[in-house]
């Protein structure tokens, strides 16, 4: 009976530590992407800066840095799967590592990278961008599950709600 007792306790730290390890390993996964980011798709941000704020989020501080135009830039969200950057008042910019519908020539996953436009709520424009785990531009929208293509979506949506309620409330 006792030996059941810490055969159960062991599984079952077994089973936590494995999960822990899956989904660090998948924030650690989105971070790396984003440090070897290329410049050029985020020229205000150098990789000093996107190492700086990986390290701020995971120190449970405010991710915030200096941007290479004298502003400020902020990681606002960093989860298993995605990360958020207000890079300035007028610029967002969130990455999700998603998985295809089909495969593609450098791997499974592929980096939805979405830039936000706008300093009012209710003109804010989204521009969607794929890319391998490489950083290659893919040319094409890839076929997406729906889940993923509701997700992309639902950015579109949000500025139309966003306007709708904002000219709505106007008189």
């Not at 150098?46 to 290479?68: H, Q, T, Y």
Request: net charge negative; aromatic share 6%.
């Amino acid at each position: 009976m006792i030996l059941d007792k810490k055969l159960h306790k062991t599984l079952l730290t077994v089973i936590l530590f494995c999960g822990m390890t899956v989904m660090c390993h998948a924030q650690e996964r989105i971070s790396n992407l984003f440090r070897v980011m290329p410049d050029s798709l985020l020229p205000v941000l150098s990789e000093n800066n996107r190492l700086d704020m990986i390290d701020f989020m995971a120190s449970g501080m405010k991710a915030e840095v200096s941007n290479r135009l004298g502003g400020r830039s902020e990681m606002t969200m960093l989860a298993d799967d995605s990360l958020r950057v207000k890079v300035s008042d007028a610029l967002t910019v969130t990455l999700w590592l998603i998985t295809p519908l089909d495969s593609i020539e450098d791997g499974n996953e592929i980096i939805c990278f979405i830039r936000t436009y706008g300093t009012d709520k209710s003109m804010l424009q989204s521009v969607t961008s794929f890319y391998t785990t490489q950083w290659n531009q893919l040319n094409q929208t890839p076929p997406l599950n729906d889940k993923d293509t509701q997700r992309i979506q639902a950015l579109d949506m949000q500025t139309i709600l966003n306007w709708e309620r904002d000219i709505l409330k106007k008189d």
